[in-house]
């Protein structure tokens, strides 16, 4: 007899920079969620849809939980919650080429609280950077932390067991009817999406608090005048002090405009269209802390 279709909903939670995005976008096989080797690089729930024949898995990857410093960090960590307490299946995700720490204890004390409902799987990311012998040991670490419903490692970079993962977070959904339509990867809107990728370039080569200050809105896409070929972006850069902007900028705008040409190539390739994009910087002092110009910034 055949198996019966499956749908719903699995997370992927752990400490900032676990590789929670990158996993996101090897089971979709699509770039729905921004990645980079700084932490707390996501900054929403973001919906990843994997289509099968037997079922359908929408992944909400969340930011990395983390001790929040600012009303940000309290935002994120606030999303986090109240994805984990929604879905059917959760991942929590520890890189095997760094030791479970503090960060993943306090992440598994919570996950204790929602495991008698919702079925917690350990996933050890990132195999490719050790070896096996010391994916075993992480995984009997991990095993010390909770207990799981099933442990596995994988690799988004080199696919190693990304399928057997999707199988795995697939056995622990109910039986239902497809909740999306064929073919549709996330349910993100494409302004967001084309934010995203400004923010993904501009986060390339900085550092220390820069990350964390910068923020993108997309205010206008619109086709370009008088061609049908282009399509317009108009797009704000936040950052949070004038120095930053500075940074942002580099000597003569050069940075900046590396940041433009990398985030148009992106976008092109998202819209299939080519694209003019008018990027400019703005400082908003502090935004991170403000509860009024978080808003403005959406969260
Ligand atoms: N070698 C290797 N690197 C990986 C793998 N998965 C992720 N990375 C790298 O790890 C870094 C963090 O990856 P992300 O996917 O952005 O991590 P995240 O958990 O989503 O981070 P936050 O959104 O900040 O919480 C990036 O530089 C990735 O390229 C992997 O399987 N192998
Ligand atoms: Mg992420």
């Excluded at 067991?161 to 549709?184: C, S, T």
């Excluded at 608090?209 to 619109?222: D, G, Y």
């Excluded at 370009?224 to 282009?230: A, S």
């Amino acid at each position: 007899m055949a198996e019966p279709h499956r749908s719903g909903f699995a997370c992927f939670v752990g400490r900032p920079n676990a590789g929670k995005s990158t996993l996101t976008n090897a089971l979709v096989g699509s770039k729905v969620a921004i990645t980079s080797s700084k932490p707390q690089t996501t900054r929403h729930a973001i919906r990843g849809i994997v289509h099968r024949d037997d079922a359908q898995l929408v992944i909400i990857d969340t930011p990395g939980l983390h001790r929040p410093r600012t009303l940000l960090g309290e935002r994120l960590n606030d999303i986090v919650h109240s994805t984990w307490s929604e879905v059917d299946v959760v991942g929590f995700c520890v890189p095997a080429n760094e030791k479970v720490g503090p960060g993943d204890r306090f992440i598994a004390a919570e996950l204790k609280k929602i495991a008698k409902r919702t079925p917690v799987i350990g996933v050890v990311t990132k195999t490719d950077l050790v070896k096996p012998e010391q994916v075993a040991e992480q995984l009997l670490a991990l095993q010390e932390v909770m207990e799981f419903a099933e442990l596995i490692p994988v690799s988004a970079v080199d696919g190693f067991q990304v399928g057997a993962l999707a199988d795995l977070l697939v056995r622990h959904l109910p039986e239902g009817p497809q909740l999306y339509p064929g073919g549709e990867l996330t349910d993100e809107p494409e302004q967001t999406l084309v934010a995203e990728l400004i923010r993904e370039a501009a986060l390339e080569g900085v550092r220390d608090e820069l990350p964390h200050s910068i923020a993108v809105t997309v205010e206008e896409m619109l086709p370009h005048e008088g061609r049908d070929d282009m399509i317009d972006v108009h797009a704000f850069l936040y950052v949070e002090r004038p120095s930053q902007k500075g940074i942002i900028l580099g000597h003569k705008g050069e940075r900046l405009k590396d940041v433009g040409a990398r985030a148009r190539q992106q976008i092109e390739g998202l819209l299939g269209s080519k694209v003019y994009l008018d990027l400019h910087i703005k400082v908003a002092k502090e935004w991170q802390r403000d509860p009024r110009q978080l808003r403005r910034l959406g969260f």
